[in-house]
Nanobody
Framework: QLQIVESGGGLVQPGGSLRLSCAVS????????VGWFRQAPGKEREGVSC????????DYADSVKGRFTISRDNAKNTVYLQMNSLKPEDTAVYYC?????????????????WGQGTQVTVSS
C-alpha cells in the first residue's frame, strides 16, 4: 500500500531555515517524479518545486527560486525540500505528491498520490 509521509515542518522566524522530508513507501519510488506543493489559508494550492525520477531535472516556482532546493535520495525513498531565507508569505501547509504516469511539472494534475501535509509557519 502506497504511503506518503511529510515531516520537518514547524515554526521558524523570518530568515530562518527548515528542511522538509517526504518519505514514500509501498511504491517503486525511483521511477517517478515528486512534487512539493503548498496551501496557505484562504488560497489555492500551488506548486512549489518538483524533481524528476533521476533527480537530474528540477523546477521551482518563481516565488521560491534561489531560496528553496529540492533533492531526492532514491535509496531511502525520500525527497527533501531545503527552505532557506524563509518569509512570512511561505507560511502554509506543505504537501508532497508523486505519480505513476511518467509525468512531471508543477501542476497538481501531474500527480496521483498525496501526503497529508506538514505545517510551516514563518513568524517572529
Amino acid at each position: 500500500q502506497l504511503q506518503i509521509v511529510e515531516s520537518g515542518g514547524g515554526l521558524v522566524q523570518p530568515g530562518g531555515s527548515l528542511r522538509l522530508s517526504c518519505a514514500v513507501s509501498g511504491f517503486t519510488f525511483n521511477y517517478y517524479a515528486v512534487g512539493w506543493f503548498r496551501q496557505a489559508p484562504g488560497k489555492e494550492r500551488e506548486g512549489v518545486s518538483c524533481i524528476s525520477s533521476t533527480g537530474h531535472t528540477t523546477d521551482y516556482a518563481d516565488s521560491v527560486k534561489g531560496r528553496f532546493t529540492i533533492s531526492r535520495d532514491n535509496a531511502k525513498n525520500t525527497v527533501y525540500l531545503q527552505m532557506n531565507s524563509l518569509k512570512p508569505e511561505d507560511t502554509a501547509v506543505y504537501y508532497c505528491a508523486t505519480e505513476q504516469r511518467g509525468r512531471y511539472g508543477l501542476s497538481e494534475n501531474e500527480y496521483d498520490y498525496w501526503g497529508q501535509g506538514t505545517q510551516v509557519t514563518v513568524s517572529s
